[in-house]
C-alpha cells in the first residue's frame, strides 16, 4: 500500500511531492518518532518511481532532520525540535516588541492571513522570470558561480543602477554605489559607519519599527518627528534641533512605511536647508519608491547625495529571496562604507546581483512594475472601502502605495486587543504602536492593501461585532 499520494501529472517534481509528502506528515505527528519507514527499494516499488528519485529525497529529508539513517538499519523518523511551543510561549500582549513582531511575520506558512505583513503577496511577483534567469546562469561557466564577487557589487547592475538614478534625476557614477544584502543591510552598515553610543538620530513618527531595535543596538537616541501629510513637521523637527545636536535623520521622501505619504518640495527644500545648518546627514529609505506610478523628486534628486545617503532594494518589487540592494552617497563615504562591507560581511552574491541585473535590462521590469501599479491600485481601492465600512479613519490622502494607516474604530478593542484576537483567528494584523518609539498609539494599525482582500475583512467585520 502507497504511503504518500504521488502524482505524475503534477508540475511539482517527484523528488519535491515526495520530501513535502514526509514533512507534512512528520510534522503534523502522524508518523511517530523513532518509527521506521519504508527502505529505498521498497518506496519506489509502492509508488512507481526510480531509486534515484528516492535517493534523493531521503536525502534532503535526512538533511532537515525529518529522517534518520542508521547504518545496515535503514530510515527512522527523526526527531523534530518542539518548536510549537516555543512559538506559543511569545505572548500576543507584546505585540510592541519588535522582534516578536517579525518572528510573527516571517513564520513561513504559520498565518492564513497577513494584512500586518511589509511585502507583497508571492503571488504577484511573478517568480517564472527569476526562474528563468537562474537557468541562464547556471548554464554559464564562470567564477560567479563559485567566487567571491567584487567588492562594490556586480560591474553591470552598478552601471544599470547609475542609468536608473540618472532618469530620476540623481547623478551618481558606479563607484558612488555599492550592493547589499538589502536595504536593511545598507542601513546597517551605514548606522556602524556613523553612530556611536549616546549619538541622537532623528526618525519619522511613524517609522518602519525595525529601525527602533537597529538604533537601540548601536546605542543611539530616537529622536521622533510627526510625520504629516507631506512629510516631516518642520516645526517639531525645528524645535528638536533646538536642543539636540543629530548626527543623522533617516526618512523616506517616496511611499513612507506605514503611512504611504510622501515629502512635498516645500517639506524637503525645509528639511535639506535644515541639514546643512545643522551639520546632520539625511539617510533617504527609498525600498517602495518604484511602487508610486509617478513619483516626486527623492531627496537625493535635489541634493545630488551632498548631505543625502540613498539606500534602496528590489525585496519589495523583484524578490525578497535574492536580497539584493544598494546604497548610492557622496564618493568618501561610499569608500568607508565599502571598506566596512568588506569587513563586516565581505560581498555579496554575484549571481542574485545577476539575476536582477537580467531582469532590469531585458524589459520585463518596467512591465511587472506596471502591473503592480494597477494591481495595488485596485487592492488599495478595496481595502479602503472596505476598511472605512467597518468604521476604520485612514491617515492623509494618499492615493499609492502599499500601506494604509488607519485609527481603528471606537469600541472595546484598542489596536493590540484587535491584533490578538485576529491572531486567534489565524489572521496577523500589525498594530500601530509598533511603528511608535515611544510605544503610543494603541489606537491605530497599519494595513497592508495586498493582502487585506475580502476574506481578511469579513474575519475583521466578525471580530469587530463579536466585541
Known sequence: MALLAINRHDEQPLVEQIVQGFSQRIEQRSMRSGSKVPSIRRFAEEHGVSRFT??????????SGHLQSRKGSGFYVGKLAATDNVQTACRLDRAGDILWSLRQALKDGQHRLQPGCGWLPATWMESTNVQRSLRQLSRQNGGHLVEYSQAGGYVP???QLSRRMEEAGIRAEVPQIITCHGASHGVDLVCRLMLRPGDKVLIDDPAYFNLFGMLKLFGAEALPVPRNEDGPDIAAL???????????????????NPTSSCISPGVAFELLKLAEQHDFYLLEDDI?????????????SLDQLN???????FSKTISAALRVGYITCRQDLANELMDLKLLTQLTCSEITERTVYATLVDGFYRKHLSRLHNRLEEAREQASNGLEQLGFKIFGQAEHGVFLWTQVPNGSLNSIELAQKAMENDMVLAPGYVFRAEGQGANTMRFNVANTGQEALSLLAKILDAN
Open 238 to 256: 525645528k524645535a528638536l534641533l533646538k536642543e539636540h545636536k543629530p548626527k543623522l535623520m533617516m526618512t523616506t521622501a517616496i511611499l513612507h
Open 54 to 63: 528516492v535517493v534523493q529525497a531521503y536525502d534532503r529529508l535526512v538533511a
Open 307 to 313: 548631505r543625502v545617503i540613498y539606500v534602496s532594494s
Open 288 to 300: 517602495y519608491g518604484d511602487l508610486h506610478p509617478n513619483p516626486g523628486p527623492r531627496l537625493a
Open 157 to 159: 547592475l552598478r552601471q
